[in-house]
């Protein structure tokens, strides 16, 4: 039997259709990409490959590793992002990665401010209710990858945080599901996981994982990308 769910703040109306980062750790290119996309008007996906790629140039790490969410932030401020289709997703990883380069005509450029905010799960649920949604960057365990009935993550007894698994998704509503406090998490693993790529998370389950949280802001000028720059 299904808990009863009732929503309280909604806000995936802003987001279109879920997406799929596929075998790729592009986790957080996805989370940012897609909260950049969803706070501005109507619904046009942004290139996580260019977000993913600047934040990998500034962190000096290779494409077969995680970004970091300080570079990412500062990749989605200071170089902003394409649409989607100015630089479409990789479906895998790079390995000639002198190479790995944005096409020459990207298109519109839009950059946002973002920062860190308290990782808590108040935190969380006030960035929702004011009509902001939220990353959050967790340490999962095995319930996360296999969602229950309704989109139900539901933890065995006594599983704890895996400190080596991390993952990053997008806090997209908050309420209650059978009487505790929960956020709907938006994921990059496609429509196939939970119900439509999303899925509820209690607050017992989210305080002991949770390891970051950010929020994006307004719009910033970002400077034109030139491919011989």
Not at 133 to 151: E, I, K, N, Y
Request: glycine share 12%.
């Amino acid at each position: 039997m299904i808990p009863e769910i009732k929503i309280t703040h909604d806000l995936r109306h802003l987001f279109g259709p879920a997406r799929d980062q596929g075998p790729r750790p592009t986790c957080l290119a996805f989370a940012a990409s897609d909260t950049h996309a969803g706070t501005r008007p109507g619904w046009d996906p942004l290139s996580c490959e260019f977000a993913f790629w600047r934040a990998q140039q500034r962190g000096r790490r290779p494409p077969s590793s995680g970004a970091t969410l300080g570079h990412m932030l500062d990749a989605i401020r200071l170089d902003g992002q394409p649409h989607e289709a100015g630089w479409p997703y990789l479906p895998a990883t790079p390995v000639d990665v002198a190479n790995w380069t944005p096409p020459a005509a990207l298109g519109p450029i839009f950059g946002r401010e973002g920062h860190e905010v308290v990782a808590s799960f108040a935190t969380a649920q006030a960035h929702l209710a004011s009509g902001a949604p939220v990353m959050l960057l967790m340490m999962l365990s095995p319930s996360f990858f296999t969602p229950a009935a309704g989109g139900l993550i539901v933890p065995a007894p006594g599983e704890a945080p895996q400190p080596a698994v991390r993952h990053a998704v997008i806090g997209v509503a908050s309420g209650q599901v059978g009487g505790e406090a929960s956020i709907l998490v938006r994921n990059s693993w496609g429509a196939g996981w939970g119900v439509d790529g999303h899925a509820w998370l209690t607050e017992a389950f989210v305080t002991p994982r949770l390891f970051a949280l950010a929020i994006l802001g307004g719009d910033v000028v970002a400077p034109l990308y030139s491919k011989a720059a």
